[in-house]
């Protein structure tokens, strides 16, 4: 992360004896990325953090995908993939199910009302959007609690769980975007030190971090208490995609102090300020993250175009380099009469085949001067194949919606009152 925090109990200097009360020495761990050579922080524990009692194979959720073949725009229909039985039954770790990935990033979802187990990443970051509900999230850094429009950054190897707040009639809707790299503010946005620049939409003082008192304090009498941690890495099955259930004879939060520029992070979708022209702004000017081979974007509302002539949907555009995943989160859809784009959808726009307004939608939005959208999009610049939940959530139709005559029209992106797409 850009800038260096410290919480909790750390000695003064770095890599010297740090005891508590009894005189015993707490652990020391340096948690860092690229080897040595860049962000990390260090962590103080009260047990060794390489202990482990027991392991066995954690059986993940199907990770195969399809490939787009062949190539056509997609819908996909992320709110049937849960009815209200498999909800109570889902955490947000175990159960997410894969919607599309390729060797770069993966999008699941989950809708979760039960705890999930400890768990860790050991593949990637994950940038977890937090489309509906709340949930309390647990990590050895410290917690969050967490609601609707909040990017939960987590880093690879962070130790946490996901609790969330039991509401059924608004259960948590985890949108889980996992990278096989790290997931950082575009390079653009940033100093040559790292700090935000005036130009970027967003900075620090948008960002929540963990904060004291450090659990470990609170663990009390569960201290000692067994625990699981479950861990996605790297190995042979699908996706390159293996998992193992490590046990630890103790509690994994036994952090009393950490400090560095490596550490989870929230950000609220709310907090970021679009960028607007006399024109029509490209789709970089929405950037809010990036990681290997692919970027996050978000479609907030905003005013639009000003030029007295300004068309304020987008042109037709062919995303030569990269798949374009629009996920759907709030605004006016009812404007998309016949298509079926709504909440909790997403369209899929691969590479190699144009996009933009439906038919007459150009037209019709000469003259508007806001969009009232919410919109969470991933591009990635190698194609993305369909996972399980892509396949059960495709409308199947949604490539004939700009044929004019087709029946299915409407349901092109860029709808009258919307944007992009
Ligand atoms: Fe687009």
Redesign the pocket.
Known sequence: MAYYRATGHIPPKRHTQHRREGGELYYEELMGEEGFSSDSSLLYHRNIPSTISASRVWELTDQSTTPNHPLVPRHLKLHDLFDETAVQTTDVVTGRRLVLGNGDVRISYAVAARPSPWYRNGIGDECVYVERGAARVETVFGAFEVGEGDYVVIPRATTHRWLPVVDEANPLRAYCIEANSHITPPKRYLSKFGQFLEHSPYCERDLRAPSGPLLAEDVGAAADDETDVYIKHRGTGPGGIVGTVHTLPFHPLDVVGWDGCLYPYVFNVRDFEPITGRVHQP?PVHQVFEGYNFVICNFVPRKVDYHPLAIPV?YY?S?VDSD?IMFYVDGDYEARKGSGIGRGSISV?PGGHA?GPQPGATEGSIGVDYFDELAVMVDTFRPLDLGEAGLAADDGVYALSWSRGSGAQGSGPGGSAHS??
């Open positions: 789709p987008p555009h995303n374009e726009h996009h992009e797409g």
